[in-house]
């Protein structure tokens, strides 16, 4: 808990599952955060939107990573990103306003400017949330029956019943 209690603290971090730093970035520079849903564009049963129509999109979150002038510090950050782009792990980012969880990384791409005197490495980082869901399974038995017990089916066959005049006839045979 102290850990958790240390990070929060400093209001803005990228922490990986094991609470250090997802990289060893010198500071943050901007959190940019992206939550939207999908709902239907076309025409919708009478005219009543359902939960269901409304589908929630992961959320993504943009983090620029500020990297001071110390060049062996870049190379292993970049290594780093290079590394957790193709791996399963996830983070989270902690920002005051908001804390987003389970987030993976899914794009980076970093700049060297004259403006930031040429030796500060800005790295922008794309996170995407990772949604978890439960399903549950629920096992249904089928017993079918028996072709032979099978109830009779009338299958549109009619069978003729003797009439008065077969009968009678039959009889006058004899």
Known sequence: MASINSVMSM??????NNLLPFVPYTSI???DADKSSRVPTEPVENGQLAAFNIVREPERVNVEFLFNG????QVLALAMLDRRLNSTNTCTIFSPAKIWRNMALDHYD???TQTTGASMLNVHASFVEIVSVNLSQQKTSYLPKRATSANKVNTGQAQVKPGIFKSLTDYLKK
């Open 11 to 16: 209001g803005w971090a990228v922490v990986g």
């Open 29 to 31: 520079g901007a959190v």
């Open 70 to 73: 110390n060049y062996a510090i």
């Open 110 to 112: 970093f700049s060297r």
